[in-house]
Each structure stands twice: as structure tokens, then as C-alpha cells.
């Protein structure tokens, strides 16, 4: 059975940093792209980063080139966001998402909040 | 990128209503197109991929169809567990993008 359990999620002061964490089992993990999909409280969805399985290739949403760094550990099954300079427009659920077919989310953990307030 | 428009924003239907959602791509992403399915605070599930493939569990009730950069979703009879919002989101190349989404109310 697939899981995703992501962790790492609370409340920052702008301009903090946060560091995600979503640990996978039920398939082979360095095989395959992994993602994070963000949502903003009563917001639409927002693909927002994707490292690929293999030669670890980053991709990112515009909103958030050059403030967060995706990675992964494939010794652990682990998955990771690196979070900085946060502002008020990054508080969301953070969902870790895999699906076979690369691009797509079949499966998604529970997400975890992030809340940037002072 | 790529922008992806939903229509309508939202819409309220009748159980047993037939539902068509569509999805319009600023340019052509040929069938990298998935849809999915968000009930309120639960992750998505996905419906459909490669525009009109049908993920495994998914009721028949649900079919997609489209190419290029016209898509549609439609659920022939909806049921009570249907109302929920719903996205169509693109692969075909980086960024990835969702549509705004589509809120299917009961009338």
C-alpha cells in the first residue's frame, strides 16, 4: 500500500524558513518523480516543485524559484522542501504527491500547514 | 507557462443532473491533461489522465475527452458523493498548472 506522510509544517514569522519532510513506502522511491502541490486556505491547487527519480532533475513553479530547494534521500524514502524568505502568500497545505505516469498525482499524503504570521 | 481555464466557475446541479466541465489551455498540450477530483478537506483524487484515460476505481460515470487545448469532464448521472470541486491540471511541459477549479453544488 502507498503511503505519504508528510511532516515539518507550523507557524513562521515572515521571512522564516521551514524544511518539509514526506516519507513514502509502498514502491520503489528512487525510481520515480516526486512533487509537492500546495494549497492556499479556500485557494485552488499549485503544483509546486518536482524532483525527478534517477538523476534528481528540480523543477519549480515561478512563485517559488530561487526560495525553495526540493530534494530527496533515497536511502531514507524521503522527500524533502526546503522553505526561505516565507511570506504571508505561502501559508498552504503542502501536499507530497507520486504517481506512476510522471506529472500526474495518483496518490498524495495529508498534507501538512504552513502559516507564515508575525 | 501554460494558463489553464475552467468553465463554469461553479454550478449547481440536481442528483442523476449530466455535468460537462471545461478546460481550455492557453496553447496546445496534446493529451497531457489529468483531472481530479477535491472533496473540502481531503487531498485530491485523481480522475482521469491523459485527457480521457480513467483511473483505476473510478466510477464509469466519469469520462474525459479533448486534445490540444480543448478538454472536457463530464459525469453522466451525478450522485450525492460527486459534489465536490474539481480541477484539470497539465503536463505537458514545466511549469505544471491546475485550472481555478470548478464547485459543483447541490441545487
Known amino acids: 500500500e502507498v503511503q505519504l506522510l508528510e511532516s515539518g509544517g507550523g507557524l513562521v514569522q515572515p521571512g522564516g524558513s521551514l524544511t518539509l519532510s514526506c516519507a513514502a513506502s509502498g514502491f520503489t522511491f528512487s525510481r520515480y518523480a516526486m512533487n509537492w502541490v500546495r494549497q492556499a486556505p479556500g485557494k485552488g491547487l499549485e503544483w509546486v516543485s518536482t524532483?525527478?527519480?534517477?538523476?534528481?532533475?528540480?523543477f519549480y513553479a515561478d512563485s517559488v524559484k530561487g526560495r525553495f530547494t526540493i530534494s530527496r534521500d533515497n536511502s531514507k524514502n524521503t522527500l524533502y522542501l526546503r522553505i526561505n524568505t516565507l511570506s504571508a502568500e505561502d501559508t498552504a497545505v503542502y501536499y507530497c504527491a507520486w504517481g506512476v505516469i510522471t506529472g500526474t498525482f495518483e496518490y498524495w499524503g495529508q498534507g501538512t500547514l504552513v502559516t507564515v504570521s508575525s | 507557462a501554460i494558463r489553464m481555464t475552467q468553465s463554469p466557475s461553479s454550478f449547481s446541479a440536481s442528483t442523476g443532473d449530466r455535468l460537462t466541465i471545461t478546460c481550455r489551455a492557453s496553447q496546445g498540450i496534446s493529451s497531457y491533461l489529468a483531472w481530479y477530483q477535491q472533496k473540502p478537506g481531503k487531498a485530491p483524487k485523481l480522475l482521469i489522465y491523459?485527457?480521457?484515460t480513467l483511473q483505476s476505481g473510478v466510477p464509469s460515470r466519469f469520462s474525459g475527452s479533448g486534445s490540444g487545448t480543448d478538454f472536457t469532464l463530464t459525469i453522466s448521472r451525478l450522485q450525492s458523493e460527486d459534489f465536490a470541486t474539481y480541477y484539470c491540471q497539465h503536463y505537458y511541459s514545466y511549469p505544471w498548472t491546475f485550472g481555478q477549479g470548478t464547485k459543483v453544488e447541490i441545487k
Open positions: 491523459a485527457a480521457s
Open positions: 524532483i525527478t527519480g534517477g538523476d534528481g532533475n528540480t
